[in-house]
């Protein structure tokens, strides 16, 4: 009891500042005088701005954690929308292959490259099929676009495709409209070019090339390209420049088809002509 009385004698202060603010407070409210109401509503003003001002303060906080929830959830449809954009694109890629089938080839493996040379003079793709996919050297790799090249070397799971811009690859072609053939090499210096075009051969730019069916390991009719140059080399063959039909540059999945030279046509012009010499 005593220490109870202590306690309220040493706080005697505070308890009768207390009770006449309490009863300066109800004589306040009960006062209906006009300058008692004018205060009245500045203290109601003032302890509302406070208030409004302190519920600030825990919003903050609110508002950053939104904020870094949605960085967070906007990072994620980001990298969703990238996904679906590049399985789109793949889909719109493979779905262009089946006109494949209106052109009557048979076996198409699809590949994927996995590394490409473009600034070589014998360029060359790497894909990421091989002999466990059925694939053999000398089959063609096309695009829905084109002729891409002819595989020249095949491991178990990997194959390596000269391309169209390889020194090392000839290619028997035809003008669709003049039906003027000729063979297409690379010059090593970023042309692709129809030799042994007689002078007076009716070529003209615009004109597309394909695949000659004189040719033993490309299947007839694959377009090549496009003549963007011609003129005379000399006094009796013209130089043709043709524009591919594939953009190498942008070339991500092939299609190896299971075209193989006839081993008896080789045979028999491989004889003949030794027999010649």
Same mark, same amino acid.
């Given at each position: 009891?005593?220490?109870?009385?202590?306690?309220?004698?040493?706080?005697?202060?505070?308890?009768?500042?207390?009770?006449?603010?309490?009863?300066?407070?109800?004589?306040?409210?009960?006062?209906?005088?006009? !300058?008692?109401?004018?205060? &009245?509503?500045?203290?109601?003003?003032?302890?509302?701005?406070? !208030?409004?001002?302190?519920?600030?303060?825990?919003?903050?906080?609110?508002? !950053?954690?939104?904020?870094?929830?949605?960085?967070?959830?906007?990072?994620?449809?980001?990298?969703?929308?990238? +996904?679906?954009?590049?399985?789109?694109? /793949?889909?719109?890629?493979?779905? &262009?292959?089946?006109?494949?089938?209106?052109?009557?080839?048979?076996?198409?493996?699809?590949?994927?490259?996995?590394?490409?040379?473009?600034?070589?003079?014998?360029? +060359?793709?790497?894909?990421?099929?091989?002999?466990?996919?059925?694939?053999?050297?000398?089959?063609?790799?096309?695009?829905?676009?084109?002729?891409?090249?002819?595989?020249?070397?095949?491991?178990?799971?990997?194959?390596?495709? !000269?391309?169209?811009?390889?020194?090392?690859?000839?290619?028997?072609?035809?003008? @669709?409209?003049? &039906?003027? %053939? #000729?063979?297409?090499?690379?010059?090593?210096? #970023?042309?692709?070019?129809?030799?042994?075009?007689? =002078?007076?051969?009716?070529? =003209? @730019?615009? %004109?597309?090339?394909?695949?000659?069916?004189?040719?033993?390991?490309?299947?007839?009719?694959?377009?090549?390209? +496009?003549?963007?140059?011609? #003129?005379?080399? %000399?006094?009796?063959?013209? =130089?043709?420049?043709?524009?591919?039909?594939?953009?190498?540059? %942008?070339?991500?999945?092939?299609?190896?088809?299971?075209?193989?030279?006839?081993? /008896?046509?080789?045979?028999?012009?491989?004889?003949?002509?030794?027999?010649?010499?």
């Amino acid at each position: 009891m005593k220490t109870i009385g202590l306690l309220l004698f040493r706080i005697k202060d505070y308890l009768i500042l207390t009770f006449l603010v309490v009863i300066s407070l109800l004589l306040i409210f009960s006062n209906d005088n006009v !300058q008692i109401r004018f205060l &009245r509503a500045v203290a109601v003003g003032v302890v509302g701005t406070v !208030q409004s001002g302190m519920s600030v303060v825990p919003n903050v906080f609110e508002i !950053q954690k939104e904020n870094e929830f949605l960085r967070e959830k906007n990072i994620q449809l980001a990298n969703e929308l990238s +996904t679906l954009k590049e399985a789109k694109l /793949e889909n719109i890629r493979l779905s &262009r292959t089946l006109g494949l089938k209106d052109k009557n080839i048979s076996g198409v493996i699809i590949a994927r490259i996995v590394n490409k040379s473009l600034v070589q003079a014998r360029n +060359t793709i790497t894909l990421n099929v091989g002999e466990s996919d059925s694939v053999k050297v000398n089959m063609p790799v096309i695009t829905d676009d084109g002729l891409v090249g002819r595989v020249v070397s095949v491991s178990k799971n990997y194959s390596i495709a !000269q391309i169209l811009y390889n020194r090392n690859l000839n290619v028997s072609v035809k003008n @669709q409209r003049s &039906r003027v %053939d #000729g063979i297409l090499n690379y010059d090593g210096a #970023g042309n692709l070019v129809i030799n042994n075009v007689p =002078k007076s051969a009716d070529v =003209k @730019q615009g %004109d597309i090339i394909i695949t000659s069916p004189y040719s033993n390991y490309f299947p007839a009719g694959v377009p090549v390209g +496009t003549v963007v140059e011609e #003129g005379n080399l %000399d006094n009796l063959f013209k =130089k043709v420049v043709v524009d591919p039909s594939v953009s190498f540059t %942008d070339l991500e999945e092939v299609f190896i088809l299971k075209h193989l030279p006839e081993k /008896e046509r080789i045979d028999l012009e491989s004889s003949y002509f030794k027999k010649d010499k």
